[in-house]
């Protein structure tokens, strides 16, 4: 089976850096992927991990270490369009953990 | 590239009846769809994994008599919700994996969901 966790709110200030973390553990491991959703639409695919280590986007960073069970989301100079849920997800039938809120204050 | 539909974006029925969700890819074909439903804030939900020519694997607790899916080409799939009642009332969304996609890699591309109300 499939465990997944994540914080259930964070909250930050507009120029600011947040680090949204995932801890998961599953049977079968073929990456990592965090997706951003703005409420009432569907996700956009943001990063996928599957090698230890950082890969970086622009704004976003998503580091994994697959011997901890563990995935953080980086998002840098935080802009209000970032306030949405952010969600991980694991496994071949794609398992998304809670979702962690972000919303970003003026 | 990479682009799914869903149709209807928003459904409003009466308690008892049937309501079907097309899940479309349009510029790729997908060997797999996954089905999620998500109640208001809470995450994504899978329901059932639908293979192109096969019958689908529901997840635990989800009923297959009331989720009907038929996967009958690699570019659609549809979710059948069975005398649906208010409980039903979620947002549904599908996904689709490509058929054709790099190695290693397990990208599911996301529909815009389905809003179904019922009454």
């Known amino acids: 089976g499939q465990n997944i966790d994540q914080p259930t709110e964070m909250t930050a200030t507009e120029g600011a850096i947040v680090q949204i973390n995932c801890t998961y553990q599953?049977?079968?491991?073929?990456?990592l992927f965090w997706y951003q959703q703005h409420a009432g639409e569907a996700p956009t695919f943001l990063s996928y991990n599957v090698l230890d280590g950082l890969e970086e986007k622009g704004r976003f960073s998503s580091f994994l270490s697959r011997s901890k069970g563990y995935s953080y989301l980086l998002l840098k100079e935080l802009q209000m369009k970032d306030s949405a849920s952010y969600l991980c997800a694991v496994g071949q039938n794609f398992v998304f953990g809670p979702g962690t809120r972000l919303s970003v204050l003026p | 590239g990479a682009v799914v539909s869903q149709h209807p974006s928003r459904v409003i029925c009466k308690s008892g009846t049937s309501v079907k969700i097309e899940c479309r890819s349009l510029?790729?074909?997908?060997?797999?769809m996954f089905w999620y439903r998500q109640f208001p804030k809470q995450s994504l939900m899978l329901m059932a994994t639908s293979n192109e020519g096969s019958k689908a694997t529901y997840e635990q607790g989800v009923e297959k008599d009331k989720f009907l899916i038929n996967h009958a080409s690699l570019t659609l799939s549809t979710l059948t919700v069975t005398s649906a009642h208010p409980e039903d009332s979620s947002f549904y969304i599908c996904?689709?994996?490509?058929?054709?996609?790099?190695?290693?890699?397990?990208?599911?591309?996301f529909g815009p969901g389905t809003r179904l109300t019922v009454l």
């Open positions: 510029d790729f074909q997908a060997t797999t």
């Open positions: 599953t049977s079968g491991f073929n990456g």
């Open positions: 996904s689709a994996r490509p058929l054709d996609r790099l190695a290693g890699t397990d990208t599911q591309y």
